[in-house]
C-alpha cells in the first residue's frame, strides 16, 4: 500500500502540480486548461450560462418533451442520471477536503470553475447530443439505444485523425469511472459509517456493492428511473439540513462569504495545505473539487444526457447549464456554509490515531512555515506525548495531514505516551513502544477532520439532538450509491465504444468489484487516484471543445432563431389532452 502510495502521489504531481511558474508558485497545467477553456467559451458564446439559465430550466421541466424523439430517456431522467453522478460525495466530502487543504477560499473557486462550467457543460453536451451513435432500437434493455459523449463528438467531430485521441479518451474516462465515480463513493461510505458506528469497512463495502450491482445490471432505463427519484431526494434532504443550519446561525452568514472572499485572495491560515499568501494553494484546491464536484469539462456527463429523448442538441445542452448551478453554486455552498459557520473548519477533536494505516500520515515544516509529506527513515521519539524534535524537516506524527499536539495511550486522553514510535515502513510498522514496554497499535489526540465527517461534525453541531449526524449519514449513503450507478453507465459506454456490446457486461462486473476494493483503501490514496484520472482526462476533451466550439456556436444561433420547443410544446400539450380524454 505505502508503495502504490508514493506512485499516486508522483503521478498527482505532473497532473496537478506541474505548470507554469508565476513567481514562487505554479499554476497547474490542468487548472490552465480548465479555467482557459471556460473562460474562452463562455465569450464565444456571449455568456450563454446567464442568458438561457430560465430556458433549461423549461425544457427540463418536460412540457417541450416528445416521446416520439430518439433517445432512451426524457429530458428530466437525462438531468437526474447526471446530477446523481454530480450531486454526490464531491458535495458532502469535496468540500471538506477542499476547505481542509485550501481554507476556505477555496470556496470562491469553487463558485468561478462552476460559473465557468456552466459554459462548459452546455458545450460538451450540445456536441455529445449532436454526434451521438444510435443503435439499433432492438438492441435490448442492458445495452441502450444510444451512445454518445466525447469519444464520439472527437472521432465524428474532428475526423478519423482524431480517433486515437478519441479512444485514449475512453480509456482514461473508463478508467476513471472505476475510482472516482465508484471507489471514491465507497471509501466515503466506509469512512462515515466506521467513524460513527465502527463498522468494518469491508462490510459497508459489500453492503453498497450489491445494491449497485442490482441496479446497474439493468442498463440505462432502469438506472434512469432509480435515479430520477434518489436524485430528488437526496438534493431535498440534505439542502433542507443545511438550510435549517444556516437559518439556526444566520449571524455568521455575512461573515462567512467575508472570510470566503479574504481567504480567497490573501490566504492567512489553513488547516492542511495553505501558509500565509498561498493564493494558489487555496485556488487549486478550489478549482480541483470544484471540477470533481460539477465535472464540466469531464466529459462524463454528455454521456448520460447523449441518451435524452431529443432531435435538438441545444435543447439538451441547455438542460445541462443547471448541474454546475444546482451541484455548486447551491449545494456545495450550502456545505461549505455549514463547514465554516458552525466553526469546526479548524477544529481538533478527540480522535483514535491508528498507527497501522486508516489516515495516518507523517508531515515536517520547511523554512518558510507550511507542512509537507514525509516518509520518516527512522522512529519518532515522544516524551509527556509530545515531539521531541520540532525542527525544521523533523517527521511528526499526523492524522489528515496535520500534525498532533501531543498523544495518549487511553480514550480519554489522562495518561501522555512516552517512548518511540516506528513508522509504518518499518518491518515492525504502525507500532508504539512506550519506554515501560508496552506496545501500542493505537494512540489518541485531538486531530482535526477531513471529508465526509467534517461535513458531519458541521451538521453535528449546527442542528440540535442528533439529527446532523442522521442527515449526513442517510446522504452520503445516498449521493455515493446514486453516483456509482451513473459513472456505472458511463464506463459501459466507453467499454461499448471500445469494444462493442459484449464488453458491457464484463465492465459492469468489474465496477462493482471495484467499488468494494475503494472501501478498502485509505482516504487520502483513493482521493488522490481519483485526482490523477480526473486530471489527465479532461485534457483531450478541452482541446475538443475548442476545436468543436465554432459548431456549437452554429447550433446554437440556429436553435434559437427557429425556436422549435413551441411545436414540441404543442404536441406535448395535445398528447396531454388525448390521454385525459382517455381516463
Known sequence: MESLERIVQALNYWVWEFGVPAGKEVIPVAVIALLGTGVFLTLRLRFIQLRRLGHGFAVTSGKYDDPDEPGDVPHFQALTTALSATVGIGNIAGVAIAIHWGGPGALFWMWVTALLGMAVKYTEVTLAQHYRHVEDPDAGRLQGTVSGGPMYYIERGLGPAFKPLAVFFALMLGFTAFLTGNAVQANTVADSMQTTFGIPVWVSGSATA????????????RIGKVTSVLAPLMAAIY????????????????????????????????????GVGAILVTMMWGVRRGLFSNEAGQGSAPIAHAAAKTDEPVSEGAVALLE?????????????????????????HPTEITLTGGDLSYVAYQDEGNRRSVTPENEIRIADGRHVDTGTDAPLIAWHEVEIDRLYVDAQQTVPFT???????????????????TTYSSLYGDAVESGAPLTMLGFERGLPGQWGDFIVLISVLLFAVSTAISWSYYGDRCANYLFGPKAILPYKVLFVGMHFFGALVSLNVIWLMG?????????????????LSGKVKQLTDSYFERRPWQENYEVHQRLKEQKRARH
Open 239 to 274: 439542502v433542507a439540513g443545511a438550510g435549517t443550519i444556516i437559518v439556526l446561525h444566520f449571524d455568521w452568514f455575512l461573515p462567512s462569504f467575508a472570510i470566503i472572499f479574504r481567504e480567497a485572495f490573501n490566504p492567512t491560515a489553513g488547516v492542511a495545505g495553505t
Open 210 to 221: 450489491a445494491i449497485v450491482a442490482l441496479v446497474v445490471l439493468g442498463g440505462i432505463r
Open 324 to 348: 454546475p448551478f444546482i451541484d455548486t453554486l447551491v449545494i456545495c455552498t450550502m456545505t461549505g456554509l455549514v463547514i465554516i459557520m458552525t466553526q469546526v473548519w479548524d477544529d481538533r
Open 531 to 547: 485526482d490523477v484520472a480526473l486530471g489527465i482526462v479532461i485534457l483531450p476533451n478541452l482541446l475538443a471543445l475548442v476545436l
Open 419 to 437: 517512548g518511540v514510535v516506528r513508522p509504518r515502513r518499518d518491518r515492525t510498522a504502525g507500532v508504539a513502544l512506550a519506554d515501560d514496554g
